[in-house]
């Protein structure tokens, strides 16, 4: 079952991922180690080849130098792929998934370090179990890597083709008269509720719900923006979105 978390980012913006589970993860790792064992089986030729011109005392440097590069180069793949491609190898790439901070924000280098120093841990069967059992077990899905380098695996988004632009970026919203004057309001609270707005047809109706009662819902109170009983609560939250932004030449 398709789990979402809902996030706070540092601009105070609610953000919303897909978190990616057993299966995605799974082949995203078989890809890489693909990958891996692609680019390794390559270089054992090659050096095979440069050993063998060189004679038995230079195919022993080499075979050092091969085994020094084939221990590394695994954990070396995911650290930098993660921390220089902004959460993805080759093999998340092709699933659809991305690494991200436990808070919705790009991984970071340090973090993509950490997580994949205990990579060693998919390589042996006990581990790579409790690996498995620590995502079933934490609410964000979280291998033990995962939970050290405080990182999350999400679904990329993906743009809906049928996905309309949000009303509040054109024209005069036909409910503004309901939202009174928002002296109150500031543009924090803009940002957060225009983000709500333009993801709000996107998300899982249960989401859809979870952020209406925890995010736009306190705002409106405060807001002093009443709730109609045969008026969707996204409508008045467009409206005041609409009003607002026109207001304070924002849109």
């Known amino acids: ?27 995203a790792h078989f890809l890489d180690v693909l990958f891996i ?8 030729t090659l050096f095979a080849i ?26 070396a793949y995911f650290i930098f792929f993660e921390g220089l491609w902004n959460g993805q190898t080759l ?16 991984v970071t280098f340090a973090a993509s370090t950490g997580r994949n120093l205990l990579r060693v841990a998919d390589f042996l069967p006990a581990m790579y179990f409790i690996g498995t059992i620590s995502m079933f077990v934490n609410p964000k899905l979280q291998r033990v890597g995962d ?25 005069v919203h036909p409910l503004e ?25 996107e998300l899982p109706g249960e989401v859809q719900r979870h952020l209406t009662e925890t995010v736009w819902l306190p705002m409106a109170e405060f807001l002093g923006v009443k709730m109609q009983s045969d008026i969707h609560p996204l ?3 467009e409206a005041t979105v609409m009003k607002y932004g026109r207001v304070r030449g924002l849109l």
Do not use: W
């Open 1 to 27: 079952m398709p789990l979402d978390i809902a996030v706070l980012s540092p601009e105070k913006t609610v953000l919303t991922y897909r978190l990616a589970g057993l299966g995605s993860r799974a082949l």
């Open 37 to 44: 064992g692609m680019f390794l089986y390559a270089l054992l």
């Open 50 to 75: 440069v050993g063998f011109t060189f004679g038995r005392q230079g195919g022993e440097v080499v075979m050092g130098v091969l085994i020094f590069i084939t221990s590394l180069f695994p954990f």
């Open 91 to 106: 093999g998340k790439k092709m699933a659809g998934i991305r690494v991200r901070m436990a808070d919705g924000t790009p």
């Open 147 to 171: 939970l050290i380098a405080g990182t999350i695996v999400t679904h990329e988004v993906r743009a809906i083709a049928s996905f309309s632009v949000a009303p509040h970026r054109v024209g």
């Open 177 to 201: 008269h309901l939202v009174g004057e928002l002296r109150n309001m500031t543009d924090a609270q803009y940002n957060v509720l225009r983000r709500y707005c333009d993801r709000f047809p």
């Open 235 to 237: 409508y008045l939250a």
